[in-house]
């Protein structure tokens, strides 16, 4: 192989690596705005030009941009690899589980949850939705067991931390859909102002877009204003 054909390779390796790097910037920016298509589309173009770049954080913010659009066959496809590259880590079974969940393999989804559920790092979201689960199976004591742990954990973590957003918006939707007669309005807004003054870039655009306007909704809904 001659000089000149070498150079031109390293050259061409050294152009892809960028638009590689590229595309990777701007899919977590596009994640980042909560325009989850555009994401998306960045995401897998850079995986195809070079998967082995595709790290696992990328692949767990694709895998949320997935749930985020509806494409779930494609979350839980792609949870199943988070769960291969980190067996210990429970978000992957969380996103594999809501991912069954909401494509209605409710017992697919308990096995995912449940897998969540035994890991002791895992967050309350994991027993609010393994509770909404239990729930569609019909074993109610099973949910009722998880959403009294879920309401105790957002509670304490309320105490120790009257500023954590994400807590409140996910006690608001553990009482929206458990149907407790609590100040669900109150526990919406106050998660609004804590995000408002946020200088968090990485979950502000998303709370504000996605998760408080689909809360305030089924709220409006369920209250028939």
């Not at 705005?33 to 790290?55: H, P, Q, R, V, W």
Request: charged fraction near 30%; aromatic fraction near 14%.
């Amino acid at each position: 192989m001659n000089e000149d054909i070498i150079v031109k390779e390293i050259q061409e390796a050294v152009t892809l690596e960028k638009l590689v790097n590229h595309l990777y910037d701007s899919a977590y920016e596009f994640y980042l705005l909560g325009k989850y298509e555009k994401a998306i589309m960045s995401f897998e173009t850079a995986g195809i030009l070079n998967i082995d770049k595709m790290e696992f954080w990328k692949k767990l913010a694709l895998s949320y941009c997935y749930l985020a659009t509806g494409r779930y066959r494609d979350a839980e496809r792609l949870s199943k690899q988070l769960m291969a590259d980190q067996p210990a880590y429970w978000g992957a079974y969380f996103n594999a589980g809501l991912a069954a969940l909401w494509q209605k393999k409710l017992k697919t989804a308990v096995g995912y949850l449940k897998q969540a559920d035994d890991m002791d790092d895992h967050e309350p979201m994991v027993n609010l939705y393994l509770g909404i689960a239990y729930d569609l199976t019909g074993e109610k004591e099973g949910r009722q067991g998880q959403f009294d742990l879920a309401e105790n954990a957002y509670q304490e973590i309320i105490q120790k931390n009257p500023h954590e957003e994400q807590a409140f918006i996910e006690l608001a939707y553990l009482y929206l859909y458990s149907g407790k007669k609590k100040d669900v309005l109150e526990l919406i807004q106050k998660a609004e102002e804590i995000i408002k003054d946020s200088d968090d870039v990485e979950k502000k655009q998303v709370w504000l877009d996605f998760y408080l306007s689909h809360l305030k909704g089924i709220y409006l809904y369920k209250n028939g204003k």
